[in-house]
């Protein structure tokens, strides 16, 4: 259930409240019997860890057949003239 804070238009105290959506909003204050209004607060939800982003599965095989069991980027080849590492582990191993 969540927690709603409310604010006094009379006395100008704050009070939060434990609801459940379907319960209807709390109109009077439990101080002074002035009008509440309902306040807007942050959350407090934060996603921690790793798998939240796109970027975080960057890199990982998404093929599910076992026969490529060599990951390359995909602008990279043999010919890579770019002098990027997998080009350049390719040009090794071809000239030796």
Same mark, same amino acid.
């Given at each position: 259930?969540?927690?709603?804070? %409310?604010?006094?238009?009379?006395? /100008? $105290?704050?009070?939060?409240?434990?609801?459940?959506?379907? #319960?209807?909003?709390?109109? @009077? !204050?439990?101080?002074?019997?002035?009008?509440?209004?309902?306040?807007?607060?942050?959350?407090?939800?934060?996603?921690?860890?790793?798998?939240? %982003?796109?970027?975080?599965?960057? /890199? $990982?095989?998404?093929?599910?057949?076992?026969?490529?069991? #060599?990951?390359?980027?995909? @602008? !990279?080849?043999?010919?890579?003239?770019?002098?990027?590492?997998?080009?350049?582990?390719?040009?090794?191993?071809?000239?030796?």
């Amino acid at each position: 259930m969540p927690i709603y804070e %409310y604010e006094c238009t009379e006395c /100008g $105290k704050t009070l939060e409240a434990l609801q459940k959506f379907s #319960e209807e909003p709390l109109t @009077t !204050c439990e101080f002074c019997s002035g009008k509440l209004r309902k306040l807007i607060s942050n959350s407090s939800f934060h996603l921690k860890g790793t798998g939240w %982003y796109v970027t975080d599965y960057a /890199g $990982k095989n998404t093929s599910t057949s076992g026969d490529n069991k #060599e990951s390359k980027p995909a @602008t !990279c080849s043999s010919e890579c003239a770019s002098g990027c590492a997998a080009g350049s582990s390719t040009k090794d191993s071809t000239s030796a």
